[in-house]
T-cell receptor
Framework: GENVEQHPSTLSVQEGDSAVIKCTYSDSASNYFPWYKQELGKRPQLIIDIRSNVGEKKDQRIAVTLNKTAKHFSLHITETQPEDSAVYFC??????????FGTGTRLQVFP | KAGVTQTPRYLIKTRGQQVTLSCSPISGHRSVSWYQQTPGQGLQFLFEYFSETQRNKGNFPGRFSGRQFSNSRSEMNVSTLELGDSALYLC?????????????FGSGTQLSVL
């Protein structure tokens, strides 16, 4: 069945360092890969997304890369700040357009 | 524009009871999806409704059901509650639920089953 694996489950970095979260998907028909950020006690919100016809997308300190051959995609956050602390979810569109989410990565940025 | 509204915010029930959760999508959005969020399991897809019809369904038992009304508001029902049903239930709306559409999440209903 459709599956999205996400690693690591927790990630601690020093303020100013970079953070990388990786996801692997199983459905070769997936063509849309969003990332959601959920701050403590709040709703998940879309922070960046990428489609299968693009290999990389950047938005200020956040970038996402996609390797369709290997079925991998990753979130890169540079110059991390304490407000980046949250749970990050990757997702991949399934064969029936529903989004399959990963299990989440808890990122902690220490000042 | 008002966001996605879920009610109630918190619920405490006992095993065997049933519960109904409500979700009002953003005005103009016709697709509503439901997710179960538990620690370590991420967001697990329950089902999606579009134009009052269930269009997609996840791998949950039949105790989990839903419906959508003509104004796009959606309800989710869980019957014969089990301890393992304790979770945050999130709904998300989008314009038409098509591939690549941004999902807007509600704040969720935190369900505790005792």
């Amino acid at each position: 069945g459709e599956n999205v694996e996400q690693h690591p489950s927790t990630l601690s970095v020093q303020e100013g360092d970079s953070a990388v979260i990786k996801c692997t998907y199983s459905d070769s028909a997936s063509n849309y890969f969003p990332w959601y950020k959920q701050e403590l006690g709040k709703r998940p919100q879309l922070i960046i997304d990428i489609r299968s016809n693009v290999g990389e997308k950047k938005d200020q300190r956040i970038a996402v890369t996609l390797n369709k051959t290997a079925k991998h995609f990753s979130l890169h956050i540079t110059e991390t700040q304490p407000e980046d602390s949250a749970v990050y979810f990757c997702a991949a569109s399934g064969s029936t357009d529903k989004l399959i989410f990963g299990t989440g990565t808890r990122l902690q940025v220490f000042p | 524009k008002a966001g996605v509204t879920q009610t109630p915010r918190y619920l405490i029930k006992t095993r065997g009871q049933q519960v109904t959760l409500s979700c009002s999508p953003i005005s103009g959005h016709r697709s509503v999806s439901w997710y179960q969020q538990t620690p370590g399991q991420g967001l697990q897809f329950l089902f999606e409704y579009f134009s009052e019809t269930q269009r997609n369904k996840g791998n949950f038992p039949g105790r989990f059901s839903g419906r959508q009304f003509s104004n796009s508001r959606s309800e989710m029902n869980v019957s014969t509650l089990e301890l393992g049903d304790s979770a945050l239930y999130l709904c998300a709306s989008s314009l038409a639920g098509g591939d690549g559409e941004k999902l807007f999440f509600g704040s969720g209903t935190q369900l505790s089953v005792l």
